[in-house]
């Protein structure tokens, strides 16, 4: 079982080479200081960077420039072996749709120990039992049957299991909730919430729902490869960006298109924005 692992990306940077052999910057530039133990809704139109700063959290991915520290570990200088056993044990991931994170022939039990192979003998003694951990997510009676039998909400609750088989420090979870009735969207972010109370593992959920995100506690907005906004269930943040740019908050944006000339006001103890008359 890993301690609940913070977040650290400085000036994070993600390149992709495009097919017309032109760069395409899916993230410039971020900053985030996230702590253990923390729940985080992240949120973002499509194309925002979402997806990529997930994959980079999980190890899957190398930063093209910038520092992403997790925990203790510096993902930008670990070697390949190194990576291996951090995906291996430190991070988890529930990646979108259920199916995807399973063994279908296998029962939900079979799934959580096959998760838990890539560990030592002696690090598996150390781990909840199989039906404990189940029960967390609210399927023990689920134990013994196949997955290619349950339905999608029960297969998503045996995939949040297998996400956290090894009790990793960090959780990472793609749209977890996008596939589900209200019911079960309601039912699956508690179980979130009670799997960070209970194993102490950060958690970070990508979603398209703020109202999923704000029960989280607190969320994080990327604009354009950026950190845009970050808030907490009742505030709504702007991030100033090292080069002291501003992402205004959508309800801004509606009022300011692009192209408005804003003025501002300082007083010494508030700065008030202003359009230019027209």
Partial sequence: MSEAMGVLCEGLVQIYPGDDGSDVVALRSVDLDL?????????????????????LLAGLLRPTAGT????????????????????AAGVGSLIQGAGRNLLPHATAAQNVSFARLGLRRSQRRSLMPARELLDLVGAEHLTGRRVAELSGGEQQ??????????????????????????EHREGMVDTLN???????????????DPVVAARLGRT????????????????DFAVVGRDGSIQLPQS???????????????????????????
């Avoid at 609750?157 to 209200?182: K, Y």
């Avoid at 009022?255 to 008030?272: I, K, S």
């Fill in 35 to 55: 702590t253990a133990g923390t729940r985080i809704g992240l949120l973002g139109p499509s194309g925002s960077g979402k997806s990529t700063l997930l994959n």
């Fill in 68 to 87: 992403l520290r997790i925990g203790d570990h510096d993902l930008s200088t670990m070697s390949e072996r190194d990576l291996v056993g951090f995906r």
């Fill in 157 to 182: 609750r045996i995939a949040l299991a297998v996400a956290v088989a090894t009790q990793p420090g960090l959780l990472l979870a793609d749209e977890p909730t996008s596939q589900l009735g209200l």
């Fill in 194 to 208: 009670q799997v960070n109370e209970v194993l102490g593992a950060t958690v970070i959920v990508v979603t398209h």
């Fill in 220 to 235: 994080v907005t990327i604009r354009d490869g950026r950190v845009g906004a970050m808030g907490d269930e009742s505030n």
């Fill in 252 to 278: 801004a944006r509606k009022r300011w298109p692009p192209g408005t000339l804003l003025g501002y006001d300082d007083d010494g103890d508030e700065l008030r924005l202003r359009e230019r008359d027209r």
